[in-house]
């Protein structure tokens, strides 16, 4: 299994990282997680492109999550590609439904398969996925993927504060993809600072491989050493930051 950043940034844009956006591609099957702004011009440089994606799955509603939702759904119609799944928490069904309300012109465009999900384990794309709900402002879940015949996992953590349970369903992941939103000294609920994220790490009864810092906000820039540094001094595990464009075979991080 691959696992390929398309977007990791946050609300807030850089200029240099898109919203969050993530590609997991097994056996000729790929899956896209989550769809923020400028995650579709990411997808369009690899190799699959969004020709390649029939299949989305959102962790939630929030923008930064689903602004290119709207994007995807016409580029597919214009591609010749009419078939689409789209899968997330509840309420998905209805978001893409109230989307196409807004551009009417895309109603019946594409042979759309819409899917409210809950916690707990399912099929999707080829993969083996299971949710979990995360701390965050709005329901969103982290996901626990793998491909469908076995072989090492991948775990995104969604956005949520850092907590030990939320480590643990991440238990025996070769990779672990975790918000890391802000520095220590930014006062900041429902995301984790590297503090928060490292007492986390090391208090969860849990091993994983090597941990991504992802849903970086502007405060971040210019800080990771520091921040690295604030994890390191809670936890002694891999942890590098995620970057937009990095592929990675899940395989070699174990």
């Known amino acids: ?93 209805q978001l893409v439904r109230d989307i196409l309300s807004v551009h009417e012109y895309m109603q019946d465009r594409l042979d759309l398969t819409l899917r409210d999900i809950d916690v707990g384990e399912f099929s999707l794309a080829g993969f083996a996925v299971e949710a979990f709900e995360t701390r965050h402002s709005m329901q969103c879940f982290a996901y626990r993927l793998a491909s ?52 986390s790490l090391a208090a969860a009864d849990a091993t994983v491989g090597r941990v991504y810092l992802t849903h970086l906000y502007p405060h971040t820039e210019g800080r990771h050493e520091e921040m690295l540094t604030s994890l390191e001094r809670h936890y002694d595990g891999d942890i590098r930051f995620a970057a937009d464009g990095l592929t990675l075979s899940v395989a070699d991080a174990a």
């Open 148 to 199: 469908a015949d076995g072989g090492p996992t991948v775990t995104l953590s969604g956005d949520s504060e850092a907590f030990t349970d939320l480590v643990e369903f991440a238990d025996g992941s070769a990779v672990l993809v975790h918000d890391c939103s802000f520095p220590d000294d930014v006062d900041v609920s429902n995301h984790p600072t590297p503090s928060s994220l490292g007492e």
């Open 1 to 93: 299994m691959r696992l390929t950043f398309l977007g990791t940034g946050s609300a807030m844009p850089t200029g240099t990282r898109a919203q969050s956006g993530y590609l997991l591609s097994a056996d000729e099957q790929s899956l896209l997680v989550d769809c923020g702004s400028g995650v579709l011009s990411a997808l369009a440089r690899t190799d699959v492109g969004y020709e390649g994606v029939d299949t989305v799955l959102l962790s939630h509603h929030h923008l930064d999550h689903v602004s290119d939702i709207d994007v995807l759904l016409k580029a597919r119609w214009l591609a010749g590609e009419t078939d689409l799944t789209i899968v997330g928490p509840p309420g998905t069904t």
